[in-house]
């Protein structure tokens, strides 16, 4: 039998291992809450972005060191901000002109049919070098920069692809290509395939000037490459092109003004303010 201190000292041991429990329980809960909230805050922010900044944009670009790129065609301007919305650089011209990407910021590329001129930019936007078509080739309809060497060429007179080495000013090859130049929005070139997009369509051809692949996407604005991956940029969605005959969306945002993406965001502008989503693979 317990006499009446051994039972107070059953009870009070009761008592400590009743508290202990509820203390864990209480701190477990509470790593869990606090997982949650960290794991809900990494998957998505949004940054306030000056809405005079956004007016009268054209295109909009994200590199992956988290600088926003504007570009207005009303005064032809290309606005470099960081992530916060402070200016970095700004480039003017007296007409439109295209930016392929800004993939390597250190080396950021403008084509400009009206001049049949490419452009490459330092990370300051200041121009370090220019290639001009006029000389050389008839009607320039596209460029794609695929390195600091070569640039791949739809030249609309001749209907041809051309690849020419412009550091040494001579062609490599040249390919006859049968499509639509005047709808021809974009190009890029990889791995032998030649990628389009136009009004409202993705296409890709092989080298023989054949079309392997097409779809119907609604406004595209520009292609951006990734690893081995194409990806189709329209105003509020992604698709992800994979070889031979495979096209998905990845990423869809309604409403949004743009969307884009780096090697791991997604990124979207809507109603003043940059939202940017990390990719599901990277979280």
């Known amino acids: 039998m317990f006499n009446n201190d051994d039972v107070q000292k059953i009870k009070i041991q009761k008592m400590c291992y009743i508290h202990i429990f509820f203390y864990f329980y209480k701190m477990k809960s509470l790593k869990l809450i606090l997982l949650f909230v960290f794991c809900s805050v990494s998957a998505q922010k949004s940054l306030p972005f000056d809405s005079l900044k956004l007016k009268d944009v054209q295109d909009f670009f994200a590199d992956d060191y988290g600088n926003i790129y504007l570009y207005?065609?009303?005064?032809?301007?290309?606005?470099?901000?960081?992530?916060?919305?402070?200016?970095?650089?700004?480039?003017?011209?007296?007409?439109?002109?295209?930016?392929?990407?800004?993939?390597?910021?250190?080396?950021?590329?403008?084509?400009?049919?009206?001049?049949?001129?490419?452009?490459?930019?330092?990370?300051?936007?200041?121009?370090?070098?220019?290639?001009?078509?006029?000389?050389?080739?008839?009607f320039v309809k596209s460029a794609y920069a695929e390195d600091l060497l070569q640039i791949w060429l739809l030249d609309e007179s001749t209907k041809r692809l051309i690849q020419y080495n412009f550091r040494n000013d001579f062609i490599i090859n040249s390919y006859p290509v049968n499509l639509d130049f005047d709808r021809i929005k974009a190009m890029l070139v990889f791995e032998n395939l030649l990628y389009t997009i136009s009004e409202n369509l993705f296409s890709v051809y092989n080298f023989k000037g054949e079309?392997?692949?097409?779809?119907?996407?609604?406004?595209?604005?520009?292609?951006?490459?990734?690893?081995?991956?194409?990806?189709?940029?329209?105003?509020?969605?992604?698709?992800?092109?994979?070889?031979?005959?495979?096209?998905?969306?990845?990423?869809?945002?309604?409403?949004?003004?743009?969307?884009?993406?780096?090697?791991?965001?997604?990124?979207?502008?809507?109603?003043?303010?940059?939202?940017?989503?990390?990719?599901?693979?990277?979280?």
């Open 72 to 138: 207005k065609n009303k005064d032809f301007s290309f606005t470099k901000y960081d992530s916060l919305g402070k200016q970095q650089g700004r480039i003017m011209m007296t007409l439109p002109f295209r930016v392929q990407s800004v993939q390597n910021p250190l080396n950021i590329v403008l084509f400009s049919e009206n001049t049949q001129e490419l452009k490459f930019l330092d990370q300051n936007l200041n121009e370090i070098q220019k290639v001009d078509f006029r000389q050389k080739f008839g």
């Open 211 to 283: 079309k392997i692949f097409e779809k119907e996407i609604a406004n595209p604005q520009k292609l951006y490459r990734e690893n081995s991956s194409i990806y189709i940029i329209a105003q509020n969605l992604i698709e992800k092109f994979s070889f031979p005959d495979s096209c998905e969306m990845v990423f869809l945002r309604e409403n949004s003004q743009f969307v884009d993406k780096n090697s791991s965001s997604y990124f979207e502008l809507k109603q003043g303010k940059l939202y940017i989503y990390k990719l599901k693979n990277k979280q």
